[in-house]
């Protein structure tokens, strides 16, 4: 079976989240499922290139997509302003992103 595991945060530096997302693609890939991990790549998660190539050992593949998420005033404002959403939402989201898992 293929399996995608999409996640708002990348591999790294390793917390709780990512160890479970992680442990649950290793679990999957053990049991002789083909699993892809699409994460987005922010300022304070991203991939490392040994943590791609232990996955991709493991029969896992990791894709990253870089997303800016830093905060800005003037989005903030923006969506003050011009959205309905709330900011902490609004700063996730990503045509990249919503590109790829479409792929």
């Known amino acids: 079976m293929n399996i995608l ?6 591999v790294y530096p390793r917390d ?3 160890l479970a997302l992680l442990n649950l693609a290793q679990g999957y890939a053990k049991k002789g499922h083909h699993v892809v991990i699409l994460n987005m790549v922010t300022h304070k998660h ?3 290139a040994e943590d ?4 991709k050992n493991q029969h896992i593949d990791l ?3 870089n997303v800016d998420t ?3 005033i003037y ?3 923006k969506n003050l302003l011009f959205s309905n959403n709330p900011y902490n939402l609004e700063r996730f989201i990503s045509t ?8």
């Open 46 to 48: 991203y991939n490392r």
């Open 5 to 10: 595991i999409i996640s708002n945060k990348a």
């Open 96 to 103: 990249d992103f919503s590109e790829r898992i479409v792929e």
């Open 52 to 55: 791609i190539s232990s996955l």
């Open 75 to 77: 989005k903030l404002i």
């Open 63 to 65: 894709t990253g997509v």
């Open 70 to 72: 830093r905060i800005s």
């Open 16 to 18: 709780g989240g990512n």
